[in-house]
């Protein structure tokens, strides 16, 4: 039995990417515990145009279900990539997980205890105050709980950053994050395999995650290969 992946979605730019994570690792046939921060929430509509209810949680609005926005858009709108597309296992194939979302305050969810095993966990977008706590293993809600989790049972920990540029603190937080155990792995996409929409670009940085949590995709072509 796959093993569920652990998703937290916090203030920084880049909401576009956490979403079509969440999509392609459920169509991978991995449950997703998600948790929203409060500033997440407010990059999602800001970026996205999607309101999400952190008390009133629906997949529908983060459009991995039938939803739409209010503005009519879809996840297609947005990724370019509908939850059918047959590039995504590179096999053609879709399986469907199961995704469960838990409220930032939450320190009763599953994924606040090392006994839940998990496949790992994945901060995308990583905001500089989730870095920081992080770093210090200082956590004031159930993502940055769940990071220290991952950290102390030396599970994977994905950390996706989109600071730029970067100030001296921030880079310390990342060096400290990364002795302690986590990858830090910042939305920056490659140019060299074929960007002709902005579903490229996205895709690209899931993908980097996926090769991190050991998941098979074919959402780019890799280097050297046709």
């Known amino acids: 039995m796959k093993k569920p992946v652990v998703v937290g979605?916090?203030?920084?730019?880049?909401?576009?990417?956490?979403?079509?994570?969440?999509?392609?690792?459920?169509?991978?046939?991995?449950?997703?515990?998600?948790?929203?921060?409060?500033?997440?929430?407010?990059?999602?509509?800001?970026?996205?145009?999607?309101?999400?209810?952190l008390d009133d949680f629906h997949a529908d609005s983060l459009l991995l279900g039938a939803g739409r926005s209010s503005s009519g858009k879809t996840i297609a709108d947005i990724t370019e990539v509908s939850t059918g597309d047959s590039n995504v296992l590179g096999s053609g194939m879709v399986r469907k997980g199961k995704l469960h979302y838990f409220g930032y305050r939450d320190f009763m969810s599953p994924m606040a205890s090392g006994s839940f095993l998990t496949g790992g966990m994945v901060v995308c977008p990583c905001s500089g105050t989730t870095l920081s706590a992080i770093a210090a293993g200082s956590a004031s809600n159930l993502i940055q709980r769940a990071a220290e989790v991952h950290l102390k049972e030396r599970r994977k920990l994905v950390l996706v950053p989109r600071e730029t540029p970067l100030s001296l603190p921030a880079i310390d937080n990342m060096r400290r994050a990364t002795e302690a155990g986590a990858v830090v792995l910042p939305a920056s996409p490659g140019w060299y395999h074929?960007?002709?929409?902005?579903?490229?670009?996205?895709?690209?940085?899931?993908?980097?995650?996926?090769?991190?949590?050991?998941?098979?995709?074919?959402?780019?072509?890799?280097?050297?290969?046709?």
């Open 9 to 53: 979605i916090t203030g920084a730019s880049g909401a576009a990417y956490a979403v079509r994570l969440i999509e392609v690792l459920l169509i991978a046939g991995r449950d997703v515990y998600l948790s929203i921060s409060p500033s997440g929430r407010e990059v999602i509509r800001q970026e996205l145009d999607l309101h999400v209810d």
């Open 194 to 226: 074929g960007v002709e929409s902005v579903k490229d670009l996205i895709d690209f940085v899931v993908a980097r995650i996926l090769d991190q949590l050991e998941i098979e995709n074919g959402l780019i072509d890799r280097w050297g290969t046709e």
